[in-house]
């Protein structure tokens, strides 16, 4: 007699995406994370982690769902291991106020020191954008200092836009180094 696994044909898993398919739906999760973290550039890092997440293979669709939809699982991920990495540090809860009645609404003033330090930051960031190769620091100036659209910094470049995003994914790593 057989049983039911024996029986129930076995069906090949789906073809791995196309790169073409998979980028076709970066603009959404670009905007999704923007969304939910309010950070721009580290959006755009956690989307490029995603995707060469998926090019290395650590991580790989199974087709139990919709790829957009194992896209935004695998990007949720992310952001839960960027949480654990910071270790609590930048939470996005509302925390009490100091008379403890409530969420705190509004955000407190920086104080000097916070000040002077932030423009120190600045410029740190600033002399490093300036040390980059000439090709990752036109893509940052043209992109992020500028708010120059994908399209107009690719053809400002003569550059793809996944060419775009390897540059920015770089450029961001030399800087946080």
């Known amino acids: 007699m057989l049983n039911a696994a024996q029986t129930t044909p076995v069906t090949a898993p789906p073809p791995a995406p196309g790169w073409a398919e998979l980028a076709s739906h970066r603009g959404f999760l670009v905007r999704w994370t923007r969304q939910r973290l309010h950070d721009p550039a580290l959006a ?9 997440a ?3 293979g650590r991580a790989v ?12 699982a695998v990007l949720k991920h992310k952001i ?13 809860d509302a925390h009490d106020d100091d008379d403890g009645e409530g969420p705190q609404l509004a955000c407190p003033q ?20 300036k040390a980059l190769p000439e090709g990752l620091r036109r893509a940052v100036e043209l992109r992020l200092l500028n708010d120059d659209s994908t399209e107009e910094v690719c053809r400002a470049l003569a550059i793809s836009e996944q060419n775009l995003f390897v540059r920015l994914h770089r450029a961001r790593r030399v800087l946080a180094a």
Do not use: C, K, M, N
Not at 44 to 52: A, N, Q, S
Not at 61 to 72: E, N
Not at 80 to 92: E, K, N, T
Not at 110 to 129: C, K, M, N, V
């Open 44 to 52: 755009e890092d956690l989307v490029h982690d995603v995707f060469e």
């Open 80 to 92: 839960v291991d960027l949480a654990r990495q910071r270790g609590g540090h930048d939470s996005l």
């Open 110 to 129: 920086p104080r000097p020191d916070e000040i002077a330090e932030q423009r120190q930051r600045l410029r740190r960031t600033l002399a490093g954008i």
């Open 61 to 72: 669709f199974g087709g139990r769902a919709a790829l957009r939809s194992w896209l935004v």
């Open 54 to 56: 998926v090019a290395t």
